[in-house]
């Protein structure tokens, strides 16, 4: 009925009802239509127009053009102003333009998807837009779903539908979602599902992606309706062949569009400082214009109210002081010509080009070039002083290998040569041939052959050690085909272990909840698996009891060394000793360590322990404990075997990265939502941690005192006579400082050190009253290692060096636990072509491989910070020299606001004289080439430190065109003074001084150009050369008697090129200012150079001796890793979470019989409930 | 097989631009190029600046300020500005030939052609002969656009206003007797300026274009009789118009009145006694301006100005200095880093 309609502002609850179009259509929900496009046709214009007049830059000239229209103020004609203006205005139109049309496409691609909806009890095909709420849609396999929809029913079953959610929040594993019983009764019957009338009342559309509420109502009772139940717009189906679902939230309303939010504008150091700059300029601006409108009344109190029989004025001095005031504003705006941010922009677009060009970023493996998602922000790359990075997808590649063993006191996985040295293991040595097993993965590789010739030779302890590998785990086989063996680990560790034994002749063919078969050396075993000691992070253990086909008892042993060693049985002491050696070696080399051992158990003994066994089982309180002390209990008197070292696989070139970083005095911190062991691991392995290191301090208390203790011993440690209190710096920044900034200075320490927190410990940290210690004690190691953080953990550190460091970080990731740090971080990366997307979407470079990072940064980073600067220096050199020559000239001209040059050379001159020179500058030049980049990352510090372009730099730039300026309007002004031409005619007139002045000027602006380019490509000689043609050109045409005949106001220059550029005095004053601008500074640069030499001009001037360098070097060495021995911590990491155990021998999972379907569903069941990714364990 | 069945589609292009391994001169500035650069610019600015300055030495200027400031000038009877029709006399003598071709310069101190608005105040349209302009002459020659009638005053604005409107005369004094020095009136203005820029309108006679229009408050004559002896030189294109129009960029700046190229001084000015016979109009006390009158020849170089010369001649040695600093800085720091 539609009685009870209400038509709510603003939506509280929502109300459906499936298969009733019209009680919908009367709430007026959003259809499944989504626009994010911003304009149309008839809107795009004034809308685009308007959006970009809030531009401070573009209203500021609008307000020049409004100020020119006066004609007591117009001190230049309107289109010096209006040609600039409308090019920008234009190109940026173009720009958004371009962009929404993209936008469109993309909408209209994804609005025109089709899907199959249930409309007057029959499917049809329709378009998603066409989608209303209310309606029941079908999904079939590997589609996308439509809209956020309420699943009814699914072909799997128990109502299960299995999902991908990558799109929404990164993670690649399926998630599982089950309809109500009630409506699964539906399942696929059309005429079932179209009598369907259940009503839904639920929360109204939010962006939480986690959480959902509401009531379903059908036929008189309701049933609750959570997260458990709803699909959401943006995930996959998968795995399942159909489902059925209710539409309640769509287009605009669902999840995945409320989540669209704007992302955060994100802003350059360098903007903030031209902000700053900017507003700095107009304060001098309005200073130099006070000055002459002052010199002005003056000169009208005394010159002009007495000059006034040849001038009459009409406005008394004071009037007219304002009004020259407004006319200087118009003249000497171009100190910030608008084509400034233009430029900006092209070198900031241009610069992101060259990162998506490059090929050495380009990973082919997976197909992924590097991209710069956010072309705004390059020369930050070169500034940066933090990395905040993630572990598992971005250090490592979430790929465990089994690299070395010990069993029995004998080592195995080296590789020596002849004279018994080390060799390093790499793609082209030598695999083991492992054809002999037909069942052995055909990706695994080992190098070592021994072990394979001693286990072939029935080496028992060897052979035990692999029946122990093969038997105590809770990996799940799938055998799809005959000998095709694909095993579900919950760890990757453990796969890698099961695999290992595979190939060494062990095969985990399967397992029953009673049973485990195990194919060893060929033949068919099965063992009986009596228990299973399941593993957890206090027990850092795990063990089996089996009973073999002979009827022998054994109980397998895996676990942390320092657990195992505790239960050993004395007669294993001599091979204890070895076996620590060996594992030392491992921890060494950051391998992830795990000792195994076993024991025979009497028959009888074992009875009595199950049935104790059984009774704490099923004990109704304190059974933890009861069943900890039955483990207890058993486990000991243990025999060793020997030990296994499995390598968390770096991606390529991490150490090498992590060094040449470092080197450019970059601080790494790891922040991982891993267990501290493994991040300890992969600290070791990739050289962050060293064993050197005076001390690495681990941070692990439960209490806030108890941190707080730990952070301030750690920090006396390394500064014992330190001061206690931070010195932090105050200041203010930002437009009008307004912002209070508070900078906690670097403390210097000596000795190296490393620290190393966990997540816990981290909340304490990062309250308030402790965030400073926190900061201090971190920012004086080495290292910093964050293990088991949150998301919102990450997000937080950055924000805590930001907030007291002013220093610039980057946050690079892979996974959705990545985003909040991407985001809050200066700059975000994200590792793309693996994980999810949700890190490389909210990121803003992305590419496929951590060592990449240096590649971007020491190469892309240091170039784009380097042109940016010198754009800016010059750019500000350029203009200011222009308009300062205005300002000597008021002293000439009665302060009237003459212009000193010609109209159209000041409308033309930074758009045309001087745009694609500096242009090119900033887009080719190079001060050192790659090659050097990568041999001297110290070339990488003054970025950090923001030499090239500061408040000090500014002011040196300043300086340095007051210096040119006054040159370039005195030297003129004194060698013309009186003179005449060759034939005694006028010279000295205004239009020929102008000339001059102008002539004078682009030379020396285009041969300082010359002298700060390094990197003169053709371009850069084209365009400049070009430019100054093009200038000649253009006054010969203008001055042209054509021109004038045509347009006789505008081009009142006629003859003037000719008159005057025939003179040789006029030659030799050009020349003159030249020199005198440029050899200053060459003096200067060269002396600078021979006395205080930069990195950079040592480099420089070394690329120069051996020029060719780079073709006859050979490439870097790769450093070997040092063979080194860890004599204090244990390799132990083992990245195994509690409670498979009881899953694998519930048989929960193994109920269904192989015919009914094929295993994929069943398995990722198992996934997709347990698998969790290595880290994110703890939110 | 793998590595050619791999995707590569998105690969970059390898291109030295795309890759910025653009091939590139990269100059450095090293001692073997600064030092003896600088040398070499010392040496020949000095070069130059001894050519310069000795021509500009070899340039004789004969200035003679006529304002009436001092009571001991006979200009000073003149310098009261309402006295009309007023002349005096300059009297100066040579003593060796002033070589010709003689130049003769009137010059304006403190006087703001540099004006914006001054500058502005002219009809660029009328002023190349559009007769509309002469009935509505453009705004910005306010208050010289028209006249308390209403009438159009052309040619409008300011800067023909304010013409400058001394005449001179110059005799040499022969045993007593003056003998009147010729003068040429023709070649002054820029070619540009009489052939296009300033045209009179096609009316003959050119009295009839100016129907309807008033002349300039400050003038005495309307601009079609500013030379009624010669019909190309009169109205808009009067070369004294025309060097009056071509505004000067400074504001002490000189003008050209004549060149003194015919019969017995077309080798200069020879040795003897002048007198410059002035009728004095302009009135510039009023304002601290100054008047003066200027004989000069002139060089390749143009006119005489030490400026150019010696300044060459000092950044010239500069260079030289600079370069030995550095070459005694570079030999004292020559291998500072072989770290």
Redesign the interface.
């Known amino acids: 009925s539609l009685n009870d309609v209400v038509f709510p502002s603003t939506e509280e609850e929502r109300h459906l009802r499936a298969n009733d179009r019209e009680l919908n259509l009367s709430y007026k929900y959003s259809d499944n239509a989504i626009k994010t496009s911003k304009y149309n046709i008839f809107t795009f214009l004034p809308l685009n127009l308007f959006e970009q007049f809030q531009r401070l830059a573009n209203a500021y000239f609008l307000f020049l053009l409004c100020l020119q229209s006066i004609?007591e103020v117009s001190?230049l004609p309107w289109y010096t102003t209006v040609v600039p203006l409308v090019l920008v205005l234009s190109m940026t139109m173009a720009k958004d333009g371009s962009d929404d049309m993209n936008r469109h496409r993309c909408d209209k691609q994804v609005n025109n998807r089709q899907v199959e909806v249930l409309v007057e009890g029959e499917l049809q095909s329709e378009k998603w837009m066409d989608v209303q709420v209310g309606d029941i849609v079908k999904l079939e396999n590997n589609q996308f779903v439509t809209a956020d929809l309420l699943l009814l029913s699914s072909s799997e079953p128990l109502n299960l539908v299995y999902i991908e959610t990558a799109e929404l929040d990164g993670e690649t594993n399926l998630k599982v979602k089950q309809a109500l019983t009630v409506t699964g009764k539906l399942e696929d019957s059309v005429e079932k599902l179209a009598n369907f009338n259940g009503e839904v009342r639920c929360e109204p559309p939010n962006n939480r992606l986690d959480k959902f509420t509401g009531t379903l109502t059908l036929k008189g009772e309701t049933y609750s309706l959570d997260n458990e139940r709803i699909l959401l717009r943006g995930c996959t189906l998968r795995n399942t062949q159909w489902c059925f679902g209710l539409v309640i939230f769509g287009g605009p309303d669902t999840k995945l569009m409320q989540n669209c939010g704007r992302t955060t504008f994100k802003r350059t150091s360098i903007d903030r400082l031209m902000n700053v700059l900017v507003l700095s300029i107009f304060g001098f601006l309005m200073i130099m214009c006070l000055i002459l409108a002052i010199g002005n009344g003056i000169w009208e109190y005394q010159?002009g109210s007495?000059?006034a029989?040849?001038?009459?004025?009409?406005v008394n001095a004071p009037f007219s002081a304002f009004l020259t005031f407004w006319?200087y504003v118009i003249i000497l705006n171009t100190v910030v010509p608008i084509s400034l941010y233009v430029s900006v922009e092209i070198i900031r677009l241009g610069n992101s080009f060259?990162i998506?060009?490059?090929?050495?970023m380009?990973y082919?493996?997976n197909?992924?070039?590097a991209e710069a998602r956010t072309t705004t922000l390059n020369e930050e790359l070169g500034q940066i002083k933090y990395i905040f990075s993630d572990k598992t997808g971005t250090l490592t590649q979430n790929v465990m290998t089994f690299n070395k063993c010990s069993i029995n006191g004998k080592a195995y996985g080296e590789l020596l040569d002849f004279s018994g040295q080390r060799v390093e293991i790499n793609e082209v040595r030598e695999k083991v041939d492992f054809s002999w097993n037909n069942l052995a993965d055909p990706k695994f590789c080992f190098h070592d052959n021994s072990l394979v010739e001693v286990v072939r030779e029935g080496n028992p302890e060897v052979q035990a050690f692999f029946r122990l590998l093969s038997l105590c785990h809770t990996v799940m086989p799938e055998e799809k085909k005959e000998g095709e063996l694909y095993y579900q680990a919950q760890s990757p560790d453990e796969g890698a272990l099961v695999t290992a034994a595979r190939n060494f002749g062990f095969v985990f063919r399967s397992r029953t909840p009673e049973s485990i078969t195990v194919v060893e050396m060929g033949e068919l075993v099965t063992y009986e698996l009596l228990a299973v000691l399941d593993f957890n992070n206090v027990r850092k253990r795990m063990s089996v009891i089996v009973r073999s086909p002979e009827g022998k008892l054994t109980l397998y042993c895996k676990g942390a060394d320092t657990i195992i060693f505790e239960r050993l049985n004395p007669s294993c002491s001599n091979l204890t000793e070895v076996t620590t050696l060996h594992l030392n070696e491992f921890a060494g080399e950051g391998l992830r360590t795990l000792a195994l051992a076993y024991k025979d158990i009497d028959p009888e003994y074992m009875e009595d322990w199950k049935l104790r066994h059984h009774v704490a089982n099923t004990a109704m309180d304190e059974r933890e404990e009861k069943l900890d002390a039955l483990y207890e209990e058993i486990e000991k008197g243990l025999l060793l075997l020997g030990s296994t070292a499995v390598e968390d696989k770096l991606q390529d070139g991490v150490p090498q990265t992590i060094e040449q970083l470092s080197k450019a005095d970059i601080k790494i911190w790891v922040l991982t939502g891993d267990k501290q062991e493994t991040a300890e691991n992969i600290g070791y392995s990739c050289n962050m941690l060293r064993e050197e290191m005076n001390e690495v301090f681990i941070v692990s208390a439960n209490t806030s005192e108890e941190v707080r203790k730990e952070l301030q011993t750690a920090r006396r440690k390394m500064t014992p006579d330190g001061t206690e209190e931070p010195t932090v710096k105050k200041s203010r920044s930002g437009l009008f400082c307004l912002q209070k900034t508070e900078t906690v200075a670097d403390e210097p320490v000596n000795g190296e050190y490393a620290m190393v927190i966990n997540g816990h410990s981290l909340a304490f940290a990062l309250e308030k009253d402790m965030e400073i210690e926190l900061l201090r004690t971190a920012c004086m190691c080495q290292t910093v290692i964050c293990c088991r953080v949150t998301p919102l953990q990450k997000a937080q550190v950055v924000e805590l060096v930001k907030k007291y460091k002013q220093a610039v970080t980057l946050a690079i990731g892979d996974g959705a636990n990545d985003v909040s740090m991407i985001k809050a971080a200066h700059i975000g990366v994200g590792i793309s072509g693996q994980e999810g997307m949700q890190a490389v979407l909210s990121s803003d470079y992305s590419f496929a491989q951590f060592r990449y990072l240096q590649r971007l940064l020491l190469v892309h980073g240091r170039?784009s910070y380097l042109r940016m600067c010198k754009f800016l220096r010059y750019f500000f050199y350029k203009n200011f020299t222009f308009t300062f020559v205005h300002f000597w000239y008021g002293f000439?001209?009665?302060f009237?606001?003459?212009t000193v040059f010609d109209e159209w050379f000041i409308t033309l001159f930074n758009l045309v004289y001087t745009a694609l020179p500096v242009l090119s500058l900033s887009l080719?030049d190079?001060d050192v080439?790659?090659w050097w980049s990568f041999q001297y990352p110290q070339l990488y510090t003054p970025g950090q430190l923001n030499q090239y372009f500061s408040k000090r730099a500014f002011v040196y730039t300043v300086l340095h065109s007051g210096y040119s300026s006054l040159v370039l309007f005195f030297?003129p002004?004194?060698?013309?003074?009186?003179?005449?031409?060759?034939?005694?005619?006028?010279?000295?007139?205004?239009?020929?001084?102008?000339l001059l002045a102008q002539t004078c000027l682009l030379i020396a602006v285009s041969i300082q150009l010359g002298l700060d380019t390094?990197?003169?490509?053709?371009?850069?000689q084209f365009f400049l050369w070009g430019s100054l043609s093009v200038y000649f050109a253009v006054i010969f045409t203008m001055y042209s008697?054509g021109m004038?005949?045509t347009l006789?106001?505008s081009f009142?220059f006629?003859?003037t090129a000719?008159?005057s550029l025939n003179?040789?005095?006029v030659w030799?004053?050009m020349l003159?200012t030249s020199?005198?601008c440029v050899?200053p500074v060459?003096?200067y640069?060269?002396?600078r150079?021979?006395?205080w030499?930069t990195i950079n001009d040592?480099v420089?001037?070394r690329?120069?001796t051996h020029l060719s360098l780079d073709k006859v070097l050979p490439p870097t060495p790769r450093r070997v890793q040092a063979r080194r021995t860890s004599t204090r911590r244990s390799g132990y990491a083992f990245s195994h979470a509690q409670g498979y155990g009881d899953l694998v021998t519930s048989g929960k999972f193994l109920r269904r019989t192989p015919k009914s379907r094929t295993t994929p569903s069943l398995n990722s069941a198992f996934i997709a409930r347990h698998r969790i990714k290595n880290e994110n364990t703890v939110i | 097989m793998m590595k050619e069945e791999l995707e590569t589609t998105n690969r970059p292009d390898n291109t030295a631009f795309t890759q910025q391994r653009l091939p590139a001169w990269q100059p450095m500035l090293s001692a073997g190029i600064v030092i003896p650069g600088f040398v070499l610019i010392g040496l020949a600015f000095i070069g130059i600046g001894v050519a310069l300055f000795i021509t500009s030495q070899n340039i004789t200027v004969l200035e003679k300020d006529y304002t009436g400031v001092e009571t001991t000038s006979d200009c000073y009877k003149c310098s009261n500005p309402s006295d009309k029709n007023c002349t005096c006399k300059l009297e100066f003598s040579l003593s060796t030939l002033f070589e010709g071709p003689v130049f003769f310069y009137y010059g304006l101190s403190n006087y703001f052609q540099s004006q914006r608005s001054y500058g502005a105040s002219k009809d660029e349209y009328q002023l190349s002969g559009d007769l509309d302009y002469f009935k509505t002459p453009i705004s910005a020659c306010s208050p010289y656009q028209y006249d308390a009638n209403q009438n159009p005053i052309v040619p409008c604005g300011s800067l023909a206003n304010s013409m400058f409107n001394d005449t001179f005369k110059l005799y040499q004094i022969v045993n007593g007797t003056k003998k009147l020095v010729p003068f040429d009136g023709k070649g002054i203005a820029w070619w540009t300026d009489y052939n296009i820029k300033y045209r009179n309108p096609s009316v003959t006679p050119l009295k009839n274009a100016f129907n309807g229009t008033v002349k300039p408050s400050f003038w005495s004559k309307p601009a079609y009789e500013l030379d009624t002896s010669d019909p190309s030189n009169n109205g808009f294109v009067n070369q004294d118009f025309l060097v009056w129009m071509r505004r000067a960029a400074l504001p002490d700046f000189r003008k050209l009145y004549r060149r003194i190229t015919e019969g017995d001084y077309a080798r200069g000015l020879p040795a003897g006694n002048y007198s410059l016979e002035i009728a004095y109009n302009y009135p510039v006390l009023s304002f601290g301006g100054r008047k003066k009158v200027v004989f000069s020849n002139v060089s390749w170089m143009g006119g005489k100005n030490q400026f150019l010369g010696i300044a060459y001649l000092v950044v010239g040695s500069l260079c030289v200095v600079m370069s030995m600093v550095m070459l005694i800085v570079y030999a004292k720091f020559k291998f500072p880093e072989d770290d």
């Open positions: 004609p001190s010159e007495k000059f029989a040849f001038l009459p004025k009409g006319s060259y998506n060009w490059d090929r050495k380009y082919p493996k197909d992924t070039p170039w000439f001209c009665g009237s606001a003459q080719f190079q080439n790659d030297i002004w004194a060698a013309m003074y009186d003179t005449v031409r060759d034939d005694g005619k006028e010279i000295v007139d205004y239009q020929s001084f102008a390094h990197y003169w490509t053709a371009m850069n008697n004038f005949l006789t106001s009142p006629i003859g000719r008159n003179q040789p005095n030799l004053t003159l020199v005198l050899l060459v003096a640069r060269f002396l150079i021979l006395l030499p040592k420089r001037g690329g120069s």
